[in-house]
């Protein structure tokens, strides 16, 4: 087993899920795609992680990578039928990449919410173990406003319709932040992009008190995301090998 993880920004990492793959000795590659790092050969791995950054999918002109990692992204889940995990942006470009539609929210979500998995959700191994009103850490003003073909809705909350699907039976993507650590808000809030996005909400000086309420909830936080990897390397495990 060997995971392949896109980042967009540096300091947007898969934050607590690589203690996990650590602690498990499960190998993990990092390609940095805002960095100029160029997408490998996906046969070399098991499933292809993608995490958040600050970047709109439909930003291919200011970030001429997007095109692409998007190509990669249909090579991983419809060529090769690879698991696929995306977070945030991730999320947003599964949706993108696989004849979805991806825009502006009904409004931003910044901050610690709710999401409410639906039957479909309940009944999904990837959320297997977990309440079906989940807190989580939003940051985000684009959405999946239409799932791919063969999506699934899997969660939504007030102001945002897909907070998580999955396509097929193998590609899920959430919108929300379970890979949260101790570091993830103040690192994330001092972004210009995230900062600003965060005290349109929240209002000025936000960060600091967002924080402290982010690691008040980091044992419970911890916990959904040990419960979430688990079953998605379960099923990992359990995927017959082409």
């Given at each position: 087993?060997?995971?392949?993880?896109?980042?967009h920004?540096d300091?947007?990492?898969?934050g607590i899920?690589r203690?996990f793959?650590?602690?498990?000795?499960?190998?993990?590659?990092?390609?940095e795609?805002?960095?100029?790092d160029?997408v490998?050969?996906?046969?070399?791995?098991?499933a292809?992680?993608?995490?958040?950054g600050?970047?709109?999918v439909?930003?291919?002109?200011?970030?001429?990578?997007?095109?692409p990692?998007?190509r990669a992204?249909?090579a991983?889940v419809?060529?090769?039928?690879?698991?696929?995990?995306?977070?945030?942006l991730?999320?947003?470009?599964?949706?993108?990449?696989?004849?979805g539609?991806?825009?502006k929210?009904?409004?931003?979500?910044v901050g610690?919410?709710?999401?409410?998995?639906n039957?479909a959700?309940?009944a999904?191994?990837?959320f297997?173990?977990?309440?079906?009103?989940?807190?989580c850490l939003?940051?985000?003003?684009?959405a999946?406003l239409?799932?791919?073909?063969?999506?699934?809705?899997l969660?939504?909350?007030?102001?945002c319709?897909v907070?998580?699907?999955r396509?097929?039976?193998?590609?899920?993507g959430?919108?929300?932040h379970?890979?949260?650590?101790?570091?993830?808000v103040?690192?994330?809030?001092?972004?210009?992009a995230?900062?600003a996005?965060?005290e349109?909400?929240?209002?000025a000086?936000?960060?600091?008190t967002?924080?402290?309420?982010?690691?008040?909830?980091?044992p419970?936080?911890?916990?959904?995301?040990?419960?979430l990897?688990d079953n998605?390397m379960?099923?990992?495990r359990?995927?017959?090998?082409?």
């Open positions: 087993m060997r995971i392949l993880v896109f980042q920004l300091i947007e990492h898969p899920f203690d793959l650590d602690a498990d000795d499960i190998p993990w590659d990092v390609v795609l805002d960095a100029g160029p490998p050969d996906l046969d070399r791995y098991t292809l992680v993608v995490m958040g600050p970047m709109d439909w930003e291919e002109d200011e970030h001429p990578w997007l095109v990692e998007k992204i249909r991983a419809v060529d090769r039928r690879m698991p696929y995990l995306g977070v945030c991730g999320h947003q470009l599964l949706g993108d990449a696989l004849g539609s991806v825009g929210a009904r409004a931003p979500e610690l919410m709710q999401v409410q998995l039957s959700g309940q999904d191994p990837l297997a173990g977990i309440s079906p009103t989940m807190q939003q940051w985000h003003a684009a999946v239409t799932p791919p073909p063969g999506g699934t809705v969660a939504s909350s007030p102001l319709d907070q998580a699907m396509v097929g039976q193998h590609a899920y959430i919108q929300f379970v890979e949260v650590t101790a570091e993830t103040p690192q994330w809030s001092a972004v210009p995230y900062e996005a965060l349109k909400v929240l209002g000086g936000a960060a600091a967002l924080a402290q309420e982010t690691e008040a909830r980091l419970a936080f911890a916990r959904d995301a040990r419960t990897y998605f379960q099923m990992l359990s995927r017959p090998r082409p």
